[in-house]
């Protein structure tokens, strides 16, 4: 049972500031505590060797904002290697509702967005159909909306799984709570450079961690480990996917 004095605003502590949560505060913290008290969390990690995506990201990035006024990062690399996987692995594209299992054929991937201090998460539909340049235009388009607080229902509506980067925060290695109803959420951290054995040589390269957080009521161990591991194949042999970029 909940101690009530939790609820208690205490009075013998100097309080900087005491403020009401917006409208979307309240629904983040509700789909939190719902996320966390009703979802079973299944937690994974991998680290992935990322230089040969940064070797391509640097190869063809001149020639991409030439053509298209775009200039591509590595989120719009990672999401397009994401959605790929998920296609092979569709079971993790769903949710548990009503005690059902539903697994969706649209892949419409969440992207969290992070504005003043608030989240949301914007789609990106149908992922897996579009291209490099598509994805990349699609998401400038999504930030700048909700930066500019000009994000439509549609915007918002209907993504089947959520990804959250926050490498740019220089974050090593993270974990991230399930976006209720969807059954899972993948988190990027930053990219680092180590020292890596290639042939019998020591070589510099540069390395990231995915995370992928699952419910683990439809989602076991094994296929999310399947999931993970192909992901960071794709990573790692980015001309499977981008071979006429």
């Given at each position: ?9 205490p ?32 937690l ?41 996987a ?33 989240l ?44 959250t ?81």
């Open positions: 049972m909940q101690n009530k004095s939790n609820n208690i605003i009075q013998d502590i100097k309080i900087k500031s005491s403020t009401e949560l917006t409208g979307i505060q309240k629904i983040i913290a509700q789909r939190m505590t719902l996320s966390k008290t009703t979802i079973p969390h299944l994974q990690n991998i680290k992935v060797d990322i230089t040969s995506i940064i070797s391509l990201k640097e190869e063809v990035q001149e020639k991409l904002y030439s053509n298209y006024g775009i200039k591509v990062t590595y989120t719009d690399f990672l999401l397009k290697i994401i959605a790929t998920l296609r092979e692995y569709i079971e993790i594209n769903s949710s548990y509702i009503n005690q059902k299992y539903i697994i969706y054929d649209d892949i419409n991937i969440g992207l969290a967005i992070s504005v003043n201090n608030d949301v998460v914007a789609t990106i539909y149908n992922m897996d159909k579009l291209g490099i340049i598509e994805i990349a235009k699609r998401r400038i388009e999504l930030i700048e909306k909700a930066k500019s607080q000009k994000l439509s229902l549609a915007d918002v509506k209907y993504s089947t799984i959520t990804v980067n926050v490498g740019m925060y220089g974050i090593r290695s993270t974990y991230a709570i399930i976006n209720p109803p969807q059954a899972a959420i993948l988190a990027i951290a930053e990219i680092y450079k180590e020292p890596a054995i290639i042939n019998e040589d020591i070589l510099p390269r540069s390395f990231i961690e995915i995370s992928l957080s699952v419910d683990h009521r439809i989602i076991n161990g094994a296929l999310s480990a399947q999931f993970l591991h192909r992901i960071a194949y794709l990573i790692e042999n980015p001309g499977i996917i981008f071979e006429d970029i």
